[in-house]
């Protein structure tokens, strides 16, 4: 009798930890937004000089303004864009763009252009059911004009709503990633 009642002692203690360790804050979550500090958006054009747009807050918000450099286009040109993101608060740096290529299915940019400019961007890759991802893109810059181009990362984004596969954000939904915007000269 007496050793049922050790062994029913040492069933509850084992039963307790055991509880204990398998609490929800123990979950690791594979889907925790990665810090963005960097994006570079090279634009190869089919004859000339290349133009790199780029942003970086390595500090992250609240410290010093983030350094945002736009660019120069040629008027009537065509662009092949490929987006470069990071995070360089960490040492050594990490590439965000392998992670968006890992989780394509999660991600998808979106462009849009404001102040006039004669500028349009097309998607040029796909995720891995087929729709657009944007890490890399095509762009023609049309007439002489100057203006924005906004470049938004959303994750999570509802890709089967209207409009999100032709580059349409408003009813994407989702998490905005980062949301960079680039002064553009067509000259």
Known sequence: ??????????NILFSVLFLNSCKDDDVIDDDVEELITTVTYTLTPTSGDVVTLSFSDVDGDGGDDPIVTGGTLQANMNYTGTLDLR???VEPGESITEEIEEEDLDHQFFFSTAGGIDLTVAYN???SQGNP???A???VAGAPSTGTLKVILRHKPEKAESGVSTGDITNAGGETD???TF?????
């Open 133 to 135: 991802l944007g890490l």
């Open 178 to 180: 980062i949301e960079v």
């Open 125 to 127: 890759d796909q995720d």
């Open 183 to 187: 002064d553009i000269d067509i000259q």
């Open 137 to 139: 893109t095509n762009l």
């Open 87 to 89: 995070n360089d608060a």
């Open 1 to 10: 009798m007496k050793n049922l009642k050790y062994i029913f002692i040492i």
